[in-house]
Protein backbone atom coordinates (compact mmCIF):
# COMPACT_ATOMS: atom_id res chain seq x y z
CA UNK A 1 0.00 0.00 0.00
CA UNK A 2 1.23 3.47 -1.02
CA UNK A 3 0.42 6.99 -1.30
CA UNK A 4 1.39 10.42 0.11
CA UNK A 5 0.68 12.90 2.91
CA UNK A 6 1.85 17.17 2.48
CA UNK A 7 4.91 15.84 0.02
CA UNK A 8 6.20 12.47 2.01
CA UNK A 9 5.74 9.42 0.17
CA UNK A 10 5.18 6.30 2.10
CA UNK A 11 5.23 2.53 1.37
CA UNK A 12 3.72 0.34 4.20
CA UNK A 13 5.29 -3.43 4.44
CA UNK A 14 4.41 -6.59 5.63
CA UNK A 15 5.98 -7.96 8.94
CA UNK A 16 5.13 -11.39 8.85
CA UNK A 17 5.85 -12.11 13.02
CA UNK A 18 3.53 -9.42 14.01
CA UNK A 19 1.33 -10.22 10.72
CA UNK A 20 0.46 -6.68 10.14
CA UNK A 21 1.02 -4.30 7.68
CA UNK A 22 3.95 -1.77 8.96
CA UNK A 23 5.31 1.39 7.96
CA UNK A 24 8.21 2.54 6.21
CA UNK A 25 11.75 2.21 8.17
CA UNK A 26 10.38 0.12 11.08
CA UNK A 27 11.81 -3.30 11.63
CA UNK A 28 10.90 -6.47 13.74
CA UNK A 29 12.72 -7.14 17.08
CA UNK A 30 12.95 -10.72 18.21
CA UNK A 31 13.73 -9.29 21.52
CA UNK A 32 11.63 -6.96 21.87
CA UNK A 33 8.91 -9.09 20.15
CA UNK A 34 7.25 -5.75 18.70
CA UNK A 35 8.24 -3.95 15.25
CA UNK A 36 9.34 -0.49 16.28
CA UNK A 37 9.30 2.83 14.43
CA UNK A 38 12.04 4.00 12.35
CA UNK A 39 14.36 1.19 14.60
CA UNK A 40 18.05 1.57 14.10
CA UNK A 41 19.07 -1.00 16.48
CA UNK A 42 18.47 -2.96 19.48
CA UNK A 43 20.71 -1.75 22.45
CA UNK A 44 21.67 -4.78 24.80
CA UNK A 45 23.47 -2.42 27.54
CA UNK A 46 20.10 -0.58 27.77
CA UNK A 47 18.04 -4.11 27.28
CA UNK A 48 15.16 -2.38 24.59
CA UNK A 49 15.09 -1.36 20.99
CA UNK A 50 16.70 2.43 19.85
CA UNK A 51 14.15 4.11 17.03
CA UNK A 52 12.09 6.94 16.31
CA UNK A 53 11.02 7.79 19.78
CA UNK A 54 14.25 7.28 21.64
CA UNK A 55 17.14 8.04 19.26
CA UNK A 56 17.40 11.50 20.59
CA UNK A 57 18.28 10.27 24.08
CA UNK A 58 20.29 7.54 22.37
CA UNK A 59 22.38 10.19 20.68
CA UNK A 60 22.83 12.24 24.04
CA UNK A 61 23.56 9.45 26.18
CA UNK A 62 26.57 8.11 24.00
CA UNK A 63 27.85 12.32 24.06
CA UNK A 64 27.74 12.68 28.18
CA UNK A 65 29.14 9.32 28.81
CA UNK A 66 32.34 9.33 26.50
CA UNK A 67 32.70 13.21 27.88
CA UNK A 68 32.36 12.14 31.13
CA UNK A 69 34.48 8.71 31.03
CA UNK A 70 37.55 10.82 29.48
CA UNK A 71 37.21 13.50 31.84
CA UNK A 72 37.99 11.18 34.55
CA UNK A 73 40.70 9.38 32.45
CA UNK A 74 42.35 12.56 32.62
CA UNK A 75 41.81 13.46 36.11
CA UNK A 76 43.34 9.76 37.12
CA UNK A 77 46.36 10.74 34.78
CA UNK A 78 48.68 12.50 37.48
CA UNK A 79 47.84 9.44 39.43
CA UNK A 80 48.97 7.11 36.77
CA UNK A 81 52.10 9.05 36.28
CA UNK A 82 53.27 8.99 39.83
CA UNK A 83 52.50 5.54 39.65
CA UNK A 84 55.13 5.31 36.68
CA UNK A 85 57.25 7.12 38.27
CA UNK A 86 57.65 4.83 41.27
CA UNK A 87 57.65 1.16 39.47
CA UNK A 88 58.98 0.38 35.81
CA UNK A 89 57.34 0.96 32.51
CA UNK A 90 56.43 -2.86 32.54
CA UNK A 91 54.62 -3.23 36.11
CA UNK A 92 52.34 -0.09 35.65
CA UNK A 93 51.69 -1.48 32.04
CA UNK A 94 51.16 -5.08 34.00
CA UNK A 95 49.09 -3.27 35.93
CA UNK A 96 46.72 -1.58 33.52
CA UNK A 97 46.28 -4.99 31.46
CA UNK A 98 45.76 -7.07 34.02
CA UNK A 99 45.02 -5.38 37.24
CA UNK A 100 43.35 -9.19 38.83
CA UNK A 101 45.80 -10.67 38.47
CA UNK A 102 48.54 -8.16 39.64
CA UNK A 103 46.41 -8.06 43.03
CA UNK A 104 46.53 -11.72 43.41
CA UNK A 105 49.49 -12.26 43.36
CA UNK A 106 50.34 -9.73 45.41
CA UNK A 107 52.44 -7.26 43.49
CA UNK A 108 50.21 -3.99 44.18
CA UNK A 109 48.26 -2.78 46.77
CA UNK A 110 44.51 -2.47 47.16
CA UNK A 111 44.48 1.41 46.38
CA UNK A 112 46.87 0.56 42.99
CA UNK A 113 44.39 -2.22 41.94
CA UNK A 114 41.85 0.37 42.32
CA UNK A 115 43.41 3.09 40.61
CA UNK A 116 44.03 0.84 37.26
CA UNK A 117 40.70 -0.77 37.69
CA UNK A 118 38.87 2.63 37.77
CA UNK A 119 41.20 3.76 34.93
CA UNK A 120 40.45 0.75 32.42
CA UNK A 121 36.85 1.08 32.62
CA UNK A 122 36.78 4.74 32.17
CA UNK A 123 39.15 4.15 28.70
CA UNK A 124 37.87 1.50 27.71
CA UNK A 125 33.93 3.09 28.25
CA UNK A 126 35.11 6.36 26.75
CA UNK A 127 36.56 4.62 23.57
CA UNK A 128 33.66 2.45 23.09
CA UNK A 129 30.80 5.12 23.92
CA UNK A 130 32.82 7.47 21.24
CA UNK A 131 33.13 5.09 18.60
CA UNK A 132 29.29 4.51 18.69
CA UNK A 133 29.07 8.72 18.68
CA UNK A 134 31.20 8.97 15.89
CA UNK A 135 29.21 6.29 13.95
CA UNK A 136 26.02 7.02 14.80
CA UNK A 137 26.81 10.98 14.48
CA UNK A 138 27.50 9.74 10.71
CA UNK A 139 24.36 8.16 10.21
CA UNK A 140 22.39 11.18 11.63
CA UNK A 141 24.15 13.81 9.12
CA UNK A 142 23.06 11.40 6.58
CA UNK A 143 19.88 10.67 7.89
CA UNK A 144 20.18 6.82 7.67
CA UNK A 145 19.33 4.13 9.93
CA UNK A 146 22.10 1.40 10.99
CA UNK A 147 19.85 -1.27 8.38
CA UNK A 148 19.47 1.70 5.89
CA UNK A 149 23.12 2.35 6.25
CA UNK A 150 24.48 -1.17 6.21
CA UNK A 151 22.58 -2.01 2.65
CA UNK A 152 23.69 1.20 1.25
CA UNK A 153 19.90 3.06 1.10
CA UNK A 154 20.31 7.59 1.03
CA UNK A 155 16.72 7.83 0.66
CA UNK A 156 16.09 9.83 3.47
CA UNK A 157 19.09 12.07 3.05
CA UNK A 158 17.84 15.26 2.58
CA UNK A 159 20.40 17.62 3.68
CA UNK A 160 22.45 18.49 6.60
CA UNK A 161 20.10 20.50 7.93
CA UNK A 162 16.75 18.30 7.42
CA UNK A 163 18.45 15.39 8.73
CA UNK A 164 19.76 17.21 11.84
CA UNK A 165 16.27 18.47 12.52
CA UNK A 166 14.26 15.43 11.40
CA UNK A 167 16.45 13.67 14.69
CA UNK A 168 16.51 16.47 17.20
CA UNK A 169 13.74 18.37 16.42
CA UNK A 170 13.73 22.41 15.84
CA UNK A 171 16.25 23.09 18.76
CA UNK A 172 18.20 20.12 17.45
CA UNK A 173 21.69 22.69 18.93
CA UNK A 174 20.36 22.52 22.88
CA UNK A 175 18.76 19.22 22.99
CA UNK A 176 22.51 18.12 22.96
CA UNK A 177 22.99 19.82 26.13
CA UNK A 178 19.56 18.12 28.06
CA UNK A 179 17.55 15.33 25.88
CA UNK A 180 14.28 16.56 27.17
CA UNK A 181 13.78 19.52 26.36
CA UNK A 182 10.86 20.90 24.46
CA UNK A 183 11.79 19.78 20.57
CA UNK A 184 9.44 18.12 19.17
CA UNK A 185 10.11 15.69 16.42
CA UNK A 186 8.85 17.27 13.32
CA UNK A 187 7.46 13.66 11.78
CA UNK A 188 5.02 11.12 13.53
CA UNK A 189 7.59 7.94 12.22
CA UNK A 190 5.23 6.66 10.36
CA UNK A 191 5.34 9.20 7.06
CA UNK A 192 9.24 9.87 6.05
CA UNK A 193 9.87 12.37 2.92
CA UNK A 194 12.18 11.13 0.04
CA UNK A 195 14.67 12.32 -2.46
CA UNK A 196 12.94 13.33 -5.16
CA UNK A 197 12.23 10.64 -7.44
CA UNK A 198 12.89 8.11 -5.01
CA UNK A 199 10.49 5.69 -2.92
CA UNK A 200 11.30 4.27 0.55
CA UNK A 201 12.18 0.83 0.80
CA UNK A 202 9.68 -1.15 3.00
CA UNK A 203 11.40 -3.66 5.35
CA UNK A 204 9.52 -6.72 6.93
CA UNK A 205 11.89 -7.86 10.17
CA UNK A 206 15.59 -7.09 11.73
CA UNK A 207 16.78 -8.98 14.04
Not at 71 to 84: F, I, R, T
Not at 176 to 196: E, H, M, N, V, Y
Amino acid sequence: MAGASEGSVWLMGYCYQCQSQVPPRSGHCSACRVCILRRDHHCRLLGRCVGFHNYRPFLCLLLHTSGVLFHVSVLLGPALAALLRAHSALHTAALLLLPWLMLLTGRVSLAQFALAFVMDTCVAGALLCGAGLLFHGMLLLRGQTTWEWARGQHSYDLGLCHNLQAALGPRWVLVWLWPFLASPLPGDGITFQTKAGMLPDSRRSQN
